[in-house]
């Protein structure tokens, strides 16, 4: 396994810790959730870089780079629904889309084809990302500034947006995968 898969692949392991850390109460508890949640998402940065970089680009990496992103955001912007501080419906647009794409993936491979991500989708990941990194970061308690969550939320409607257009920009590149299918 190549170093940018083994990044990937921490960056799943890392979404328990993070759960943990958000999900319990002690001392510093949103504080270790933020820098966990700051090392994984780095870590989606890292390991793109890498690849393309060292030409380390797989099937494994086209495949798992996304799915772990989506673990990662949907786990935390659960976390923060739960809390009140991004709307239920926001994460439900974005898991929708989520399992669109992942199903549209799927169905590419099932045809033979390994769909990589798209700019708009990594729009979208680094917009979710920034979002509830401002979001995680403002549950600290001396990081509570007003334009922190201003901001925070301004980037969860971003995001949102990004999210749907991201979602309908996949489908209409690959609306040729539709035309394999047996009905």
């Excluded at 328990?16 to 090392?39: D, G, H, K, M, R």
């Excluded at 990302?129 to 549950?139: C, D, N, R």
């Excluded at 001396?142 to 949102?160: E, K, N, P, S």
Aim: aromatic residues 14%; positive net charge; glycine residues 6%.
């Amino acid at each position: 396994m190549n170093l940018p898969n083994k990044l990937t692949v921490f960056r799943m392991l890392l979404i328990p810790f993070f759960l943990i850390c958000f999900e319990t109460n002690f001392p510093y508890n949103y504080l270790l959730a933020f820098i966990i949640f700051v090392v994984a998402s780095l870590t989606d940065f890292i390991d793109g870089y890498i690849a393309r970089r060292d030409h380390l680009i797989t099937d494994f990496g086209k495949f798992m780079d996304p799915l772990a992103d989506k673990l990662l955001t949907a786990s935390a912007l659960v976390c923060l629904t739960s809390i009140g501080f991004v709307p239920a419906w926001v994460v439900v647009i974005i898991l929708a889309r989520e399992f669109a794409i992942t199903g549209l993936r799927t169905l590419a491979a099932s045809n033979g084809v390994v769909m990589a991500a798209g700019i708009w989708g990594k729009a979208k990941t680094m917009s979710q990302m920034i979002a509830i990194t401002l979001l995680l970061l403002y549950l600290i308690p001396q990081m509570r500034f007003g334009w922190l969550w201003i901001t925070g939320q301004v980037m969860v409607y971003v995001a949102t947006a990004l999210t749907l257009w991201s979602g309908i920009d996949y489908f209409i590149i690959n609306k040729d995968i539709f035309k394999n299918m047996k009905m």
